[in-house]
Nanobody, 126 residues
Framework: QVDLVESGGGSVQAGGSLRVSCAES????????MSWFRQAPGKEREWVAS????????YYADSVKGRFTISQDNAKNMLYLQMNSLKLEDGGMYYC???????????????????WGQGTQVAVSS
């Protein structure tokens, strides 16, 4: 049974930085397309970024490109999302998702995710 546990959410002012983490257990972390999604109240869950853990190839939504960095630590089975220059619209619940795969597509959709974490809340204030 694959388990994903997010942590590191919190409150931050616009323009600030925050790093969220996702711990994976029970699977083959080195062969996943790992992704971050976010969901604001009343909105659909949207894709933020992905990384293929076998090659460290990364992919980003246009809205976060240049501000967010997705990374991994295969030795610790950890996924990270470093968020800089945060904007009000970046707030929401951030979810870690995993899909056993040979690669990530350039854009990941909700239906591609096999395993989800429970989420960690990020609040951005002015």
């Amino acid at each position: 049974q694959v388990d994903l546990v997010e942590s590191g959410g919190g409150s931050v002012q616009a323009g600030g930085s925050l790093r969220v983490s996702c711990a994976e257990s029970g699977g083959s972390f080195s062969r996943y397309c790992m992704s971050w999604f976010r969901q604001a109240p009343g909105k659909e869950r949207e894709w933020v970024a992905s990384i293929y853990t076998g090659t460290s190839s990364t992919y980003y939504a246009d809205s976060v490109k240049g501000r967010f960095t997705i990374s991994q630590d295969n030795a610790k089975n950890m996924l990270y999302l470093q968020m800089n220059s945060l904007k009000l619209e970046d707030g929401g619940m951030y979810y870690c998702g995993a899909d056993p795969a040979n690669r990530c597509p350039s854009r990941v959709v909700v239906g591609m995710i096999t395993y989800w974490g429970q989420g960690t809340q990020v609040a951005v204030s002015s």
